[in-house]
């Protein structure tokens, strides 16, 4: 990180550039997850640089997404005494996983406006609802998915987790739960200044499966009939070889 800052550094020199520039990491580019996972922590840090430095009051905004998916929600309703598919709605893309750590609050960082423009908080989520929309029931069905999220530890968000020191280097930690899923996570890095966001940098992680968790993930996806057909024989098999078993006791 050092070396980095340093080329960095020498850079703004020799092009005299002026603007801000955010250069982020992350502890983990490769997060593998095998068996007996039980969920690990990313460390996202790295400095804002200003060579002018015409501003010193920076608040950092970190956003970290995981891969887009569509979704079908279901509402539950009781009928009769017993609990049924009620309504429903689908998302065409709404993130996996999504956490947001900032430096202060961030109704005293930026306006709304701005929050909702660059996601800074599960309020501001940019879900893409499919069909006819009614916003109250997108409303209802939108809280509905982060109010379940952030149960499963998928949504959260911590302002105040991010540490800026002397105007200059950052770090926040982000935990990722045990039921995380597997594909490409970006780290956003937001500089702000006086309400207005003045550098933007992504950095990405690599969460995958590993060894006998890949063979089937692969396996399944690929070979599909095969897969399902192996499933429906170790059924069967499991159940004739515990039929033996209980008939010899």
């Given amino acids: 990180m050092k070396r980095t800052l340093i080329l960095m550094l020498a850079l703004f020199g020799l092009t005299g550039q002026s603007d801000p520039v955010l250069v982020p990491e992350v502890s983990q580019h490769r997060i593998e997850l ?37 979704i079908r929600l279901r509402e539950k309703e009781q009928i009769g005494g017993i609990w049924m598919n009620a309504d429903s709605m689908d998302f065409r893309s709404a993130p996996a996983f999504f ?37 109250d029931e997108q409303a209802r069905f939108r809280n509905g998915l982060v109010d379940l999220r952030e ?14 020191r002397e105007g200059v280097l950052y770090q926040a930690r982000i935990s990722l739960p045990s039921n995380v899923q597997t594909g490409t996570y970006t780290a956003e890095t937001f500089a702000v200044s006086r309400g207005r966001v003045i550098a933007s940098a992504i950095a990405e992680v690599e969460v995958e499966k590993v060894g006998f968790e890949r063979f089937v993930e692969v396996f399944a996806q690929y070979q599909s009939f095969l897969y399902g057909l192996t499933a429906i024989m170790l059924s069967v098999g499991m159940g004739w ?5 209980f008939a010899m006791i």
């Avoid at 922590?41 to 995981?66: C, H, M, T, W, Y």
């Avoid at 070889?241 to 078993?245: D, E, H, K, P, V």
């Fill in 34 to 70: 095998r068996q007996g996972f039980v969920g690990t922590e990313l460390l996202l840090f790295g400095a804002i640089l200003d060579p002018s430095q015409r501003q010193n009051d920076f608040d950092i905004v970190v956003v970290l997404k995981g891969p887009a998916e569509p």
């Fill in 241 to 245: 070889l515990a039929g033996r078993l």
């Fill in 151 to 164: 149960r499963q530890q998928l949504y959260k968000q911590d302002f105040g987790g991010v540490e800026v």
């Fill in 99 to 135: 956490a947001v750590a900032s430096s202060r609050p961030i109704d005293e960082i930026v306006d709304d406006r701005t929050a909702a423009i660059f996601e800074f908080g599960t309020d501001f989520i940019q879900l893409s609802p499919s069909g006819a929309i009614n916003p």
